[in-house]
């Protein structure tokens, strides 16, 4: 199975535990993903450490205030570093308001444009700002292969398969009251298809109110299999080949 989205240098543990733990659990690649300088670098050094892993290099939109083109030549020097595999996680949020809306902006271009410059997929983070995030995207992001991270709007699902853009689901859609994003990811082209933890963030509903974990992704996949009517193990070939295609993996 594969962790399309977590955050090791968040999470409880160091990461050579949570490799361990992932790969016991079935767990074997995991893309592990910075939100500022510092967890870029950490996720680098995470992808020297362990085979399973790569990284990908961003600034969170939280994380956004003041973003500049120092901010943006650091991000393009991270980028070149061979463990890198996809940029972001970039894109807009509305509901904290961390950052003035101008920088998220300016720095979801930068990403949009350093993906285009590096061939690498674009990790979008995305909350209280669906139609904002959408019109950027379909402006700016054109031919660029787009992962919808944490996917949390499936009101829109439609509009983004129409574009092309990967669908990629955290342990939020095994809650019970998330029925409507379950039916989502029963509609997502296997071949579109991606599933994370956002590790410490989102548990899946069996170990709900714990940190979550790169291991704990198998839940989330566990009920995504069942959802869409297929085994465990043709949802694992499924996700193994997209993340090849997507990550190079």
Known sequence: MIDSHTHLHLCDDDPAALVAEAEAAGV????TVGIDGASCRAALAAAEDFPQVRAAIGRHPNAAAGFDEADRAELEALAAHEGC???GETGLDFY???APRADQERAFLAHAELARETGKPLVIHTRAAEQETLDLLRAHAGGLEVIMHCFSMPARLDECLAEGWWISFAGNVTYPKAAELAG??????GG????????????P???RGKPNRPAHVVHTARFLAGRRGQSYEALE???AANAERLFGW
Do not use: G, K, S
């Open 184 to 189: 989502a990811a029963e509609r997502v082209p």
């Open 85 to 87: 595999a996809a940029i």
């Open 205 to 207: 509903q069996p170990v």
């Open 237 to 239: 070939a499924q996700l």
């Open 96 to 98: 904290r308001d961390a």
């Open 192 to 203: 579109r298809l991606l599933v994370e933890t956002d590790a410490p963030f989102l548990a």
């Open 28 to 31: 074997r690649r995991m893309l």
